[in-house]
């Protein structure tokens, strides 16, 4: 479980280099199952989410292993088509690896994924569009068996922009029979680096980032080597950290029009930022000005993976803030931590009213999620005396380096296993 012990009050002045996208290199990973032979990944987070679809991948059947910083796979066998149970329940997203493993064998056996605490996270748009494309779906209970002897090209309309739904029939569709359109796609910076990872291999996919994405199948794909993008929720992230309790920071190695919704609500509480090639700079006034509404979208919308951060700063920002959640129906967990800490937040269902108090108080907090709990560490750095925030491994499974990068930049803070 592990904890992260903060002492808060100290500015923050530095630099830190940003980790590879963990929403970014989970797709690709999946992705590298299509091709019969070797991938070769670079600015791969070593990170949990990470660890465990590499243990996923290994356990059908391919060859993984790292080379210092570099991650290489050998997808040339495949010998078994069915997703460990433990796995799926461990991480929701190795969902992704459905399009995949069909895509390469034309059957798959997996669990369904526990929904998680942010939400009931259900499949179902998953599921509606891979029965478009020649796919036979049944549920046995607790697992779902997806085949064909075809994947053929169809044209999926999704009810919602799902991310997820939006991997999965594109990975899907890379190897079927015909042309595959998306419509109402996904439009997130994740979906951009999929099709360029896939277009790598040989495959014929365009239109990511914009609402129709057309997937062309082909034959097979080709060997690759793929630097992976940088983390723009992590970079955000950090971006929260120095908002929360003052100072300057350079940011390296983000691509800043991934981060324009971010960007503009860390200038509305009053932030300077400055974005020049792949470097960011904020630096951060006496004390962060509250926002009437942030209300969380697809991409380009402001991201919900940024919401939890985002209050963190607002609880000691001068005045009154809204936050709704409009993506996940539960992503306040992180709420009555916050309050523990002397927060002022009133929830109503999605929306959460916070009214900025001068300055939080160390506190016992648990973390429930993954941006939750990095929430609670942002809230510690600008708290009085000590923070302690416990099941620190829901952070680590998307945080390659919090404790290093922050204490790298002047934090208090440091990690305990136990
Ligand atoms: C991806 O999750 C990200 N995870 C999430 O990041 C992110 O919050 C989310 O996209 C939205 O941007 C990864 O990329 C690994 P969705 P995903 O399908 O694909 C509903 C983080 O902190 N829905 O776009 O699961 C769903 O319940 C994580 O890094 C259905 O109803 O997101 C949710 O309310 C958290 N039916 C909404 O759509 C479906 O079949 C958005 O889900 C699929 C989704």
Redesign the pocket.
């Given at each position: 479980m592990g904890k992260f012990i903060i002492e808060g009050g100290y500015k923050l002045n530095g630099e830190i280099k940003v980790q590879g996208s963990?929403?970014a290199v989970?797709p690709v990973l999946a992705a590298a199952i299509l091709n019969k032979g070797k991938t070769v990944l670079y600015n791969c987070p070593k990170i949990m989410d990470v660890n465990n679809m590499l243990k996923i991948i290994e356990s059908i059947g391919c060859q993984v292993k790292w080379e210092e910083d570099t991650l290489i796979i050998d997808s040339t066998i495949i010998d078994t088509h069915i997703i460990p149970k433990k796995y799926v329940q461990m991480m929701r997203?190795s969902i992704i690896l459905l399009g995949s493993v069909l895509g390469r064998t034309k059957y798959v056996k997996i669990s369904f994924p526990g929904g998680c605490s942010?939400?009931?996270?259900?499949?179902?748009?998953?599921l509606k569009a891979l029965k478009q494309m020649n796919i036979t779906i049944e549920d046995k209970y607790g697992f779902i068996e997806c085949s064909t002897d075809k994947i053929k090209g169809a044209k999926v309309t999704l009810d919602?922009p799902?991310?997820?739904?939006t991997e999965n029939i594109m990975l899907a569709a890379v190897l079927s029979d015909g042309v595959t359109t998306i419509h109402n796609a996904?439009k997130?910076p994740?979906i951009s680096e999929l099709q360029y990872f896939l277009n790598q291999m040989g495959a014929m996919i365009e239109g990511a980032s914009t609402d129709t994405i057309t997937i062309k199948g082909v034959k097979a794909l080709h060997d690759v080597e793929y630097r992976i993008m940088p983390d723009r929720?992590i970079a955000g992230t950090y971006m929260s950290a120095v908002a929360s309790v003052g100072g300057e920071l350079y940011l390296n190695d983000v691509k800043s029009d991934h981060l324009d919704a971010t960007i503009a609500k860390m200038v509305e509480m009053g932030c300077y930022v400055k974005t020049y090639d792949d470097k960011l700079f904020i630096s951060v006034p006496q004390r962060l000005q509250s926002i009437d509404l942030i209300r969380t979208q697809?991409y380009p919308g402001f991201?919900?993976?940024m919401q939890a951060q985002m209050m963190s700063d607002l609880v000691v920002a001068n005045g009154t803030s809204i936050i709704v959640e409009t993506?996940?129906?539960s992503r306040y967990k992180h709420v009555p931590e916050l309050a523990k800490m002397g927060a002022d937040i009133i929830t109503d269902g999605r929306t959460a009213v916070i009214k900025g108090v001068k300055r939080l108080n160390g506190a016992e907090v648990f973390a429930k999620d993954?941006?939750g709990g990095a929430a609670l560490i942002i809230a510690g750095l600008n708290a009085d005396g000590r923070t302690v925030v416990n099941n620190a491994h829901h952070i680590l499974r998307?945080y390659e380096s919090i404790e290093t990068d922050l204490k790298k930049i002047g934090a208090q803070l440091r990690y305990s296993k136990d």
């Open positions: 963990k929403n989970l997203s942010i939400g009931s996270r259900p499949i179902d748009l998953h919602y799902s991310v997820g739904a996904a997130e994740e929720i697809p991201p919900t993976d993506i996940f129906e993954l941006r998307g």
